[in-house]
């Protein structure tokens, strides 16, 4: 099978196409036929180093799409042919503090779908049973990918960063994540108002249904002040989340869904925390998270906006995302 690897940290260039053996699953374990995979910014990270314990060579990729193509021993709620969807949260082990109090995204030795794992940069890809998720025939494989990260942490977050019934959410940053969270929340009933660098950013959050875009600057900092009940920062930027901090009312939580932020700036206090103002950032997500969120899609009709490119230009569509490109999700779609 095709893969697209990890072997460079030059910038465009830090995929090389390899062949390898399709991976015969073990117990508990399902093989993949790969349609679609998503692009998300963890996956930037990864190929950037920003994160630790990188596996040379790994395949990035964890908003994979397909069918499955093999089952191990011992699989049986899944068989050849289902639709599936693989996800970040590759595998937990099911006996730590967190595995036992709900909050398995937390575990001490989890495993990460292109991370730790070989994930979807790829023809096929292996799944744990207890991990994969059923997909609904009723979206394309393309349009259903970015659910599968970009859409399920951010449910996590803003599940966690819930602002009162009809209150006001602020969503900082407005890609692949942000772009379907916005759906989520004003799908039940919240006012969104959404910050963002780019103007066909602005305009899409508009058409999704914000209420209020602002373009980032002096401006829109002075009018935000005190203006949100909750926050969610998807921005990659350490500088947004004492501005976000800022934007929220008395009371008020910031959530920062990131897996890597660059520096955050000094804090004041007084500014930014009194007056019982929380900040919190949120870790992958649960299996729970995961299920949620799929049933809340289906129900909102959440979609994602794609633009989708041949898992051959992987390293093109990074570069794309690194430099604000993208518009939505991208989603590279695999043959
Ligand atoms: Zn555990
Ligand atoms: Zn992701």
């Known amino acids: 099978m095709k893969v697209m690897a990890h072997r460079r940290r030059t910038e465009g260039d830090w995929l090389v196409e390899e062949e390898r053996d399709i991976p015969g699953p073990g117990r508990g374990e399902v093989l993949v036929r790969i349609e679609a995979c998503g692009v998300c910014r963890t996956d930037l990270h990864i190929v950037e180093g920003d994160l630790p314990d990188m596996v040379p060579g790994i395949v990035p990729g964890h908003e994979v799409v397909g069918a499955v193509e093999q089952v191990g021993k011992g699989v049986s709620h899944f068989a050849r042919g289902d639709r599936a969807g693989i996800m970040w949260l590759h595998g937990t082990c099911g006996r730590c503090q967190y595995c036992l109090s709900g909050r398995e995204n937390l575990c001490r030795s989890k495993e990460f779908t292109g991370y730790t794992v070989d994930g979807g940069y790829a023809q096929f890809a292996l799944a744990r049973e207890g991990f994969l998720l059923p997909i609904s025939h009723s979206m394309g494989a393309v349009e259903a990918a970015p659910l599968l990260c970009s859409g399920i942490i951010g449910y996590r977050a803003?599940?966690?960063?819930?602002?009162?019934?009809?209150?006001?959410?602020?969503?900082?940053?407005?890609?692949?994540?942000?772009?379907?969270?916005?759906?989520?929340?004003?799908?039940?009933?919240?006012?969104?108002?959404?910050?963002s660098r780019g103007d066909a950013h602005l305009d899409l959050a508009k058409r999704l249904g914000a209420s209020e875009v602002w373009k980032s600057g002096p401006k829109a900092w002075k009018e935000l002040a005190g203006r949100f009940d909750t926050a969610i920062v998807f921005a990659p930027a350490g500088e947004v989340v004492s501005l976000a901090l800022e934007s929220v009312k008395p009371g008020g939580r910031v959530a920062v869904p990131a897996v890597h932020l660059d520096r955050v700036p000094e804090m004041s206090y007084r500014e930014h925390l009194f007056r019982e103002k929380s900040l919190f950032s949120v870790e992958a997500n649960t299996r729970a998270d995961a299920h949620e969120f799929l049933a809340l899609a289906s129900r909102l009709g959440i979609r994602s906006e794609t633009e989708s490119i041949p898992l051959a230009q992987a390293n093109e569509g990074l570069r794309r995302l690194k430099h604000g490109k993208v518009n939505g999700a991208e989603v590279l779609t695999v043959t």
Do not use: C, E, N, W
């Open 158 to 195: 803003l599940k966690m960063a819930m602002p009162p019934p009809g209150g006001r959410l602020g969503i900082f940053g407005f890609g692949g994540s942000a772009h379907l969270t916005l759906q989520a929340a004003s799908g039940i009933g919240l006012d969104v108002g959404v910050v």
